[in-house]
């Protein structure tokens, strides 16, 4: 039941009080006379007085238990019609193509006047192998920030370390659990590559890959990206790494034991079949600018990998 503003409430329901002992709403909210109340009668000796004419009644009131109007900012508001139009989505919805193996670039038939393929307007996935200390991140930072068209860095060491508690650490011995977190960091990598590709974001991956060890070769590489990948090697020589690996702090800093032997193991790219460049004597910008000769070459005649 509701009760108009300002009434007072029903109330409680105690012993000798509520419905059970006569209370009603009648008696909270009085109705009009039902008709003249009954005279008592004379006592003896009393003359009886006349009976008067009852009042005029002002007519009826307002029902008893009907609540006040809502106040206006209380009102529902009035229903659209049935055959209104839907309200268009209004947020906004961009569709993304979904990634796929990325394709060897296609490339017009060459002409006797035809230029190189300009690798800066290509969309391109590119992996930059070397060891540790070759300046792999430094060069690919630099080479997708100077870009002409939209280029994303991937780094296979930034993505592995996403794992903060149980992080497997390669340098503490390679095992079931750093070779686990490795592929899941690679596989990731991949992931993201063929994603921005396929919405005409060029990628620039890096990567220690050894020629020797089939687990990080370049296999799971191009099964994760696709056969468009073009590998290209950083390979400085090693008082080069020796002293860039100085430099380093936290786990990306490795012994000067393990910086020669990973180097050593390096080298065997030489011989390959894939392009190779010695930044020894190069900064970052100038190994850049090398880095787009030797991926127009790449693109005019992909390396056979």
Known sequence: MQH??????????QPGHGPALGWSPAAHHPGPPQGPAP??????????????APAPHPGPGPAPHQPPPAPAHHRPAPAPPASAPPVPDTTGHVPLPPGGP??????????ATAAAPDPTTTTLAVLLIGPAGAGKTSVAKYWADHRRVPTAHISLDDVREWVRSGFADPQTGWNEHSEAQYRLARRTCGFSARNFLANGISCILDDAVFPDRPVVGLGGWKRHVGPGLLPVVLLPGLDIVLERNAERSGNRRLTDEEVAR????????????????????????????????VLSRSIASPPAW
């Open 39 to 52: 005279v008592p009668p004379a006592a003896p000796g009393y003359p009886t007085a006349p009976r008067q």
């Open 4 to 13: 108009p503003v300002g009434s007072p409430l029903p109330p409680p329901h």
């Open 262 to 293: 990973i180097h050593g193991r390096m080298a065997g790219w030489y011989g390959s079949g894939l392009p190779i460049i010695d930044n020894s004597q190069l900064d970052i910008p100038e190994t850049a600018h090398l880095l787009d000769e």
């Open 102 to 111: 990325v394709a060897v670039p296609s490339v017009p038939p060459a002409t």
